[in-house]
């Protein structure tokens, strides 16, 4: 098993920035990629971005060039930088990783609101 920790959601004014962080434990060497997902009132959850072990990156068309995912395999952390933040962007997000065998593990959700 894997258990993820979220922290740093909040408030925010539109054009502001939160960064999000992501703690992970358990059986961390199984880790293949973790990646933050986001879920408003009403919608389902859709992928933000993503980071595989290696490093490759990708991103959700609606938030490429704003928001920034990274990750320190020694901490076992994995942050999500948000800029230039707008109200739709409010949502709960939340940290997902994978491992080898294709098992999936959720954080339990920080919300983050963008005021207009």
């Known amino acids: 098993q894997v258990q993820l920790v979220e922290s740093g959601g909040g408030l925010v004014q539109a054009g502001g920035s939160l960064r999000l962080s992501c703690a992970a434990s358990?059986?961390?060497?199984?880790?293949?990629?973790m990646g933050w997902y986001r879920q408003a009132p009403g919608k389902q959850r859709e992928f933000v971005a993503g980071?595989?072990?290696?490093?490759?990156?990708n991103y959700a068309d609606s938030v490429k060039d704003r928001f920034f995912i990274s990750r320190d395999n020694g901490k076992n952390t994995v942050d999500l930088q948000m800029n230039s933040l707008k109200p739709e962007d409010t949502a709960v997000y939340y940290c997902n990783s994978a491992d080898r065998v294709g098992r999936n593990f959720w954080g339990q959700g920080t919300q983050v609101t963008v005021s207009s």
């Open positions: 980071i595989s072990r290696g490093g490759g990156t």
């Open positions: 358990g059986r961390i060497f199984s880790i293949i990629f």
